[in-house]
């Protein structure tokens, strides 16, 4: 005679952690992002004509928002505090670009070496320079450049305080910055960017002379910007992406 034997697939206590509760806020987040999306769709002018903001939608990742921070706050001091407080952060600044500096700080402090700071880093040079206090970023820039073991945000920090710098015109801090990126990681993506803004700090400020090049015309002869020296001229730069 055969035995049945039964078994009762249940949850064994501790299974879930932050990290699935994290996971869990990150679905509600991204369907919060695709519903915000179609409505500022809906509402796009055309022509290039300006956004009439009061016909902005009701913004559901605030809400989801709201949940990681009480998530970063739960989580802090275990194994994926770091984490789920980096990825928030990553959410955070094109969401809540203005509360971006307090999350920011936070995770400089607490998560110096939490590699989501690699990426976030490449973005902070713009939330930085758009805020009121962009002397607040670079401070906290320049305080995990130093408690950072990880050299690629060591680097990404440097980086970002000479950019908020140059934003601010502060040009000798700014330049002198990039030459610390070129020293530190001279085959690095962001030194070929520092030698990029050097040149820019030292050639194409207002008031300075335009540098020398040549181009060719539409019927395909060279012209110089220098032989046009004493003339109006009006150089027009452009790019599509």
Known sequence: MGMLLILALTPRPGLAGPRDDYAALEAEMETAQVEFDKAMEAIMPKDDAKLDESKLPPDGR??????????????????????????????????????????????????????????????????????ETPENWIKTLETLSKSAKEKDIQLGAVFAVARVQLDAKKLPEARSGFERVRKMSPDSEQARQAKGYIFEIENLQIGMPAPDFVAKTLDGKEISLKSLRGKTVLLNFWATW
């Open 62 to 131: 605030v809400a989801v928002l709201k949940k990681m921070d009480a998530l970063v706050a739960s989580s802090a001091g275990t194994p994926d505090g770091g984490f789920i407080a980096g990825q928030t952060l990553l959410w955070s600044l094109g969401i809540e670009p203005k509360n971006a500096l307090t999350r920011f700080d936070n995770v400089a402090k607490k998560y110096p070496d939490e590699l989501a700071l690699i990426d976030i880093l490449m973005d902070v040079p713009f939330v930085a320079s758009e805020s």
